[in-house]
């Protein structure tokens, strides 16, 4: 059973426009999220995260957005760049039974086209 | 240069024949894991080490065993390969279990046939 959900395997968005990239979560134990960027043949490498006591975290183009009572989670990044086409993982952690494990959705390949 | 190596990057194998994934640090870090991706389900955890002698099973442990007998390695090993284990593998590490910003290697593509 997924506990955390990427339901829009892709995305395609203009150079210079906002990119949303959208991530949900089932498990109410989970209280430290990260978003991972991944291009073909590297390993993912980390992006930003947001610890569930805040509910946004910046970080230059890219910021992160936590609606706890909703269990949702989304990246922005302003403004696109051909650059970040990628895929995009979002992942989750915490405390108790979740401590030590990283959950990871399936991915959104991201498209940023000129 | 901080990095996580894995050796080898590919590997054909035939089912049933054992083999082992090498995955070294050298950031000093505690913790370390294995995640296999396949397309379509995103990544899996594997295993994780939290620290030396000290590991736990994560979402998909059959068919595969680890061992953390030093900080720096973290092999995984297949003892008997099958064609459901052909994937792409990454090993990670970070400086804890409570750091979750974890630094991965290049991947190891394996192929059971």
């Known amino acids: 059973d997924q506990q955390v959900k990427q339901n829009s395997p892709s995305l395609s968005v203009q150079e210079g426009r906002i990119s949303i990239l959208n991530c949900d979560y089932t498990?109410?134990?989970?209280?430290?999220f990260l978003w991972y960027k991944k291009y073909p043949a590297e390993g993912p490498t980390f992006l930003i995260s947001?610890?569930?006591?805040?509910d946004k975290n910046e970080d230059g183009r890219f910021t992160v957005f936590l609606n706890k009572s909703a269990k949702h989670l989304s990246l922005h990044i302003v403004p696109s760049q051909p650059g970040d086409s990628a895929v995009y993982f979002c992942?989750?952690?915490?405390?108790?039974?979740?401590?030590?494990?990283?959950?990871f959705g399936r991915g959104t390949q991201l498209t940023v086209w000129p | 240069e901080a990095q996580v190596t894995q050796n080898p990057r590919y590997l054909i194998t035939v089912t049933g024949k054992k083999l082992t994934v090498t995955c070294s640090q050298n950031?000093?870090?505690?913790?370390m894991s294995w995640y296999r991706q396949d397309p379509g389900l995103g990544l899996r955890q594997i295993y994780y080490?939290?620290?030396?002698?000290?590991?736990d099973k994560g979402d998909v442990p059959e068919g595969y065993k680890v061992s953390r007998k030093e900080k720096r390695n973290f092999p995984l090993i297949l003892e008997s390969p099958s064609p459901n284990q052909t994937s792409l593998y990454f090993c990670?590490?970070?400086?804890?279990?409570?750091?979750?910003?974890?630094?991965f290697g290049p991947g190891t593509r394996l192929t059971v046939t």
């Open positions: 498990n109410s134990m989970f209280d430290y």
């Open positions: 990670a590490s970070s400086s804890s279990g409570f750091s979750y910003e974890q630094y």
């Open positions: 992942a989750a952690s915490g405390r108790g039974s979740t401590l030590g494990r990283l959950y």
């Open positions: 947001i610890s569930s006591i805040k």
């Open positions: 080490s939290m620290n030396v002698e000290v590991t």
């Open positions: 950031m000093n870090h505690e913790y």
